[in-house]
Nanobody, 125 residues
Framework: QVQLLESGGGLVQSGGSLRLSCAAS????????MGWYRQAPGKERELVAL???????NYADSVKGRFTISRVNAQNTVYLQMNSLKPDDTAVYYC???????????????????WGQGTQVTVSS
């Protein structure tokens, strides 16, 4: 079994900063994509930022220039530095990982997606 443990959420004023962390643990062969999604009340879950194992990043247009995603492969950890926060950033933030559980010569990598339990980020105006 694989677990994703998030930390770093909280309440911050508009213009402030927060740093989210997520550590994956369990029977992990390796991890391909890691990232962060968020879900605001009454809205669907949306991608915030994604980072490949090689370090290629992808951001939602709404957070470009304000948020930075990074990871430490050796520690199976992903971070999200959030600067210049706005009230519209208020949401539950979920960590995501595409985990390679094992690999075989015949079929290659066996991957499975995992999610964290979510951490609340609230930005006051």
């Amino acid at each position: 079994q694989v677990q994703l443990l998030e930390s770093g959420g909280g309440l911050v004023q508009s213009g402030g900063s927060l740093r989210l962390s997520c550590a994956a643990s369990g029977r992990i062969f390796s991890i391909n994509d890691m990232g962060w999604y968020r879900q605001a009340p009454g809205k669907e879950r949306e991608l915030v930022a994604l980072i490949t194992r090689e370090g290629t990043t992808n951001y939602a247009d709404s957070v470009k220039g304000r948020f930075t995603i990074s990871r430490v492969n050796a520690q199976n950890t992903v971070y999200l530095q959030m600067n210049s926060l706005k009230p519209d950033d208020t949401a539950v933030y979920y960590c995501y990982a595409r985990v390679v559980l094992y690999t075989t010569i015949e079929r290659g990598e066996y991957q499975q997606d995992y999610w964290g339990q979510g951490t609340q980020v609230t930005v006051s105006s």
